[in-house]
């Protein structure tokens, strides 16, 4: 089966190569993002492999259509950027990467967390100059603090489990309560709970119409001074704009994100050389209090390895006619 692989990076041809061992594709890698512009490369493949910035609108999934593309394979789990109505419209099938490692992503979460709480990036860049002093760099127990888990999937489970071994109280939120995410010792938070009690909130949660700018100035006015918040979902649950407004007023004590709303055209590149001229994310990156990292928090060995495999197995259950186990489909 011809797949057009797009936003291929190294290590994704390092990856996909070696699952294809199995497979047995037809791999045609383009370092372009899939879009307007791109999209008569996919011409001739039968499938186009796909990850988080890449646009699959409905006047993209028309070209795809007519260059003969059957499937969109999506190598991660959000699907924020494929119109399934035309796609369903069209008879183009899309499947996704249910499940890779939900331990790599909610580590990650920890990790931006613990960094903002005890400002390790700045102590790092201090004793490189051989500046130890200890001053602006104070931080906080974790236990016996209240962290919030907005979206209690797999991902948001795991990170609450890593809380309580902290010794955090737990709470959650999400539109499809989950027995699991209770068992591990957690709790359901009652309305409002999440602003007034939380010390830290990190976001776990699908981008919907309904989540978009979940992070907004009311929800930020009314979380506790000086809570943390981390994202590591999609950079669309959070109005940076609202949430520059509250680092500046001291209302969010801090702020790490993988994520950002304007990432395309920015994450997955060098631009060290360049000049960035996305003024929002140059002056998140000012503040002392914030870290942002480029969308990694998904990369270790075994998540992009799963990715790959799942990813091309769903091309092969494709092309051999076989029910999609992963396919996404309408509600």
Excluded: W
């Excluded at 209090?289 to 990694?296: C, D, F, L, S, Y």
């Amino acid at each position: 089966m011809k797949i057009a692989v797009f936003s291929a990076q190294p290590y994704d041809r390092q990856f996909l190569d070696a699952a294809n061992a199995a497979e047995g594709h037809d791999l045609k890698y383009f370092e372009a993002a899939l879009g307007l512009e791109s999209v008569a490369l996919a011409a001739g493949h039968e499938a186009v492999c796909i990850f988080v910035n890449d646009v699959a609108n409905a006047t993209v999934l028309e070209a795809l259509q007519a260059g003969g593309t059957q499937l969109v394979a999506l190598r991660c789990t959000g699907f924020n950027n494929v119109d399934l109505a035309a796609a369903a419209r069209l008879g183009v099938k899309v499947v996704r990467v249910v499940n890779y490692s939900p331990n790599s992503v909610a580590e990650h979460a920890v990790a931006l967390l613990l960094a903002i709480n005890r400002k390790t990036h700045r102590a790092y860049n201090r004793t490189r100059e051989s500046n130890f002093s200890l001053n602006g760099l104070m931080g906080f127990d974790l236990h016996g603090k209240t962290a919030a888990v907005v979206g209690t999937g797999k991902i948001g489970r795991v990170f609450a489990r890593i809380m309580l071994g902290f010794g955090c109280k737990v709470i959650g939120h999400d539109t499809f309560p989950s027995a699991e995410f209770e068992a591990l010792g957690a709790r359901y938070a009652a309305p409002g709970e999440i602003g007034a009690n939380a010390d830290i909130v990190s976001l776990h949660c699908p981008l919907t119409p309904e989540t978009h700018h979940i992070i907004n100035a009311e929800t930020l006015r009314r979380m506790k001074r000086g809570a943390l918040l981390v994202n590591t979902s999609r950079g669309g649950l959070v109005d940076t704009e609202a949430a520059i407004e509250a680092l500046k007023s001291g209302q969010l004590g801090g702020l790490g994100l993988d994520v950002y709303e304007q990432e395309a055209g920015l994450f997955f590149r060098d631009l060290s050389n360049t000049i960035v001229t996305d003024d929002v994310l140059q002056r998140l990156i000012a503040f002392p209090n914030v870290i942002v990292t480029g969308h990694q928090a998904f990369f270790t060995q075994e998540a992009i390895g799963t990715i790959s495999e799942t990813t091309l197995r769903s091309a092969t259950e494709f092309a051999k006619k076989a029910p999609l186990s992963n396919e996404i489909k309408m509600a």
